[in-house]
């Protein structure tokens, strides 16, 4: 991966994926189609509260859009936020695949030179 395709890797997206709690929220919402803090919280072992902060979270990276729905929101996710997170992902698992090839490259080369 070049520096300029490192520097595309949003650090908020990331940072909202990488909590646990919020990945099973994503799944939840991609499963049912969509859903609210409260309904959400039913399935999680978190409060309500907790469930409404980590929907913030991913509304302001992008992942969840809400809509209003009487006293709530109700929260789908964001496909096309979603696959920009998946094709960053693939880019940064390429990236590492190659560095994990040269390092291999030179773990043989060392070995060879040793073996001689």
Do not use: C, F, N
Request: a positive charge; charged letters at 30%; aromatic letters at 2%.
């Amino acid at each position: 991966m070049s520096v300029a395709a490192a520097e595309s890797v949003d650090d908020d997206l990331w940072s909202a994926i990488g909590d646990p709690t919020r990945r099973r929220m994503l799944d939840l919402l991609l499963i049912e189609g969509d859903g609210t803090a409260t309904s959400l919280a039913q399935r999680l072992p978190v409060t309500r509260q907790a469930v409404a902060k980590h929907l913030g979270v991913l509304d302001r990276a992008g992942l969840v859009r809400g809509t209003p729905a009487g006293r709530e929101k109700r929260y789908r996710v964001d496909d096309a936020q979603l696959a920009r997170a998946v094709a960053q992902l693939s880019s940064v698992g390429a990236a590492w695949d190659a560095r994990l090839q040269r390092i291999k490259r030179i773990a043989e080369a060392i070995q060879r030179t040793q073996q001689d």
